[in-house]
């Protein structure tokens, strides 16, 4: 079962303290999010579990060997991503994924095909032989997500995979994470977006200031630290009487409050789950007061991340 572990692993950079005493076991094949606030240490912490630098005090441990002392045995099975390694801009990606499958051990034999099916997946085959210093931001970022496949590594570290792509190529990416939480394979992310957390990770460790707030299931962390009460905004084609809004809509079932963020918009907090959620839209729709949009305000990951960070800070 691969694992990931630190004890007591701290940075220190003069007096100022990046990661303070962590300890964190991860264990198993699953997908777990690293969370917290620009600062908060996990650039740092993927670092000094991939050995690019060396704690000031404790151990980061793979699979029970630690990193720094055993690097090559620690690493072998490992791939990582943090702060997109720049390419040779005079490569072209079939070159530079070739080199990293060598020096993964990928037998010479199989190289090509790896390097194929792992650009394949990241739908850059049409650049494969173009060289890399033309490709833009995003593209370069899907190569070195297709690196991150390479010799069929057991723990994958990923520092922000998503960042720097458009949309369709965030949601792609996203897809090929999800596909690579394959059999005994364990993936360590950090990320800003709840929502891409909420989609691909099975589990949360959010950090602050170099600490660790919490590490459990995503169900545990949201059902522990959001709040009973759920948030939708609704908005409208045409501008509302205020009197509809505190009268009416606040008198709808499940409604706890209602109140108008503008003249077109409105934000309900209700009590309940989806299918609340579900009866409040129609029942508002049934206002005829010219409903174009309703969403949900936040999601739960998001309010138990404010909440936690907050708290700590
Ligand atoms: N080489 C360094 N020298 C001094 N301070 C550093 C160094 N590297 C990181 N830090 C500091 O350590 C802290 C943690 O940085 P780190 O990059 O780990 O944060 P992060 O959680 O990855 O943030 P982000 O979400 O912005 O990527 C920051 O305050 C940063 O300024
Ligand atoms: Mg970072």
Redesign the pocket.
Known sequence: MPSVETVNLSKRYGSFTAVSDLNLKIEGAKCVGFLGP?GAG???T?KMLTDLIIPSSGEALINGVNVHAQKKKALASVSALI?APEIYASLTPREALTMIAEIRGVPSEERKKQVEDAVAEVRMEEWIDKRVGKFSKGMKQRICVASALLGNPTIVFL??PTMGLDPRGMSEVREIIKSLRGKDRLIFM?SHILSEVSDVCDEVAMINHGKLIVYDTLPNVTAKFSGVNNVVEVGLAHSIDSKIVTQTIAALPGVVSAEKVDDKNLKISFSGGLDVQERLLNDIVNLNIGVISYKAASSELEEAYLKLITATL
């Open positions: 620009n996990k650039t740092t993927l702060e520092d922000e950090s």
